[in-house]
């Protein structure tokens, strides 16, 4: 039986510097959240955040915060996103008043970022901030407002290539590979 492994190009980021950058993202983000007066809830876009988040959460000290997901399908079983993400599992959390920090494994188009920060500001959050683990600023469509006194956070900077590991998936694989690479492109093309 031939291995995951097999099928990656070449590792972009291994546990080790995937591990190193989560603490200094837990460590930013619970500076900037420590003392507020509204709650704090971490929304993770399932499921291709579940790891990050559960890392990231893990780092953030003593922070008191709530956690939910949310589940928004705009790429079905392929490649590229269809430009018009839908919400197919809310939030149900309480977030009115609250600051939330939106976690998500990868932002390329923007499209599915724009849409949850306008769907949870339409719920009362006091402000949105972002926390994607790849940030692929090359492929961007939709420029996304923050709410609030919302921030910007993100793990690494990631080219332009189909990735998988570390919670993302092609056709539901590779989620468990504790690292980042690039997915060979005749296993998708």
């Not at 509204?38 to 876009?45: D, E, L, Q, S, T």
């Amino acid at each position: 039986m031939a291995s995951l492994h097999d099928d990656i190009e070449r590792v972009l980021w291994t546990e080790e510097e995937i591990s190193a950058r989560i603490s200094e993202i837990g460590t930013a983000v619970a500076a900037d959240l420590e003392g507020s007066s509204a709650g704090v809830v971490f929304v993770g876009v399932a499921t291709g955040a579940f790891l990050f988040l559960a890392d990231l959460v893990r780092r953030v000290g003593r922070l008191p915060v709530e956690v939910d997901f949310v589940r928004v399908e705009s790429y079905g079983s392929g490649t590229e996103s269809n430009g018009a993400p839908r919400i197919t599992c809310d939030v149900k959390v309480d977030v009115r008043g609250k600051h939330v920090l939106l976690v998500e494994d990868i932002v390329d188009s923007g499209n599915t970022l724009s849409c949850l920060i306008s769907h949870l500001e339409a719920k009362g959050a006091s402000s949105v901030s972002v926390c994607t683990f790849l940030d692929k600023p090359a492929r961007r469509k939709v420029h996304f407002k923050l709410v609030g006194d919302g921030k910007f956070y993100r793990g690494f900077e990631c080219p332009n290539y189909f990735v998988v590991g570390y919670g993302m998936d092609f056709a539901e694989l590779y989620r468990n590979l504790p690292y980042v690479g690039i997915l060979k492109p005749e296993l998708y093309q």
